[in-house]
Nanobody
């Protein structure tokens, strides 16, 4: 099992920045891909970004490309999502997810999920 805990959400003005963190614990050696997803008010959950647990590959949704950066610190079992130039449409609950044998944007392929952290962008 892998446990994931997100932190760093909050209220920010449009144009501002936030950095989300995801702390992984448990059988982290089994992780292949670590992703961030979000679910806005009355919206479906959507993919945001993913990074390989080992290696340097990253992949972003078009809606956040150039504004968000995913990174990781394997020594601390942390994954980050740096969010810049935030827009009101970025308002959502952000979830961290881990996949044992997958790296990509498909939510159902992820095995473990955190509880989420709220990000609210005021315009």
């Amino acid at each position: 099992q892998v446990q994931l805990v997100e932190s760093g959400g909050g209220l920010v003005q449009a144009g501002g920045s936030l950095r989300l963190s995801c702390a992984a614990s448990g059988r982290t050696f089994s992780i292949y891909g670590m992703g961030w997803f979000r679910q806005g008010p009355e919206k479906e959950r959507e993919f945001v970004a993913v990074i390989r647990w080992s290696g340097s590959s990253e992949y972003y949704a078009d809606s956040v490309k150039g504004r968000f950066t995913i990174s990781r610190d394997n020594a601390k079992n942390l994954v980050y999502l740096q969010m810049n130039t935030l827009k009101s449409e970025d308002t959502a609950v952000y979830y961290c997810a881990a996949a044992r044998g997958y790296y990509g944007p498909s939510g159902p392929m992820y095995d473990y999920w955190g509880q989420g952290t709220q990000v609210t962008v005021s315009s």
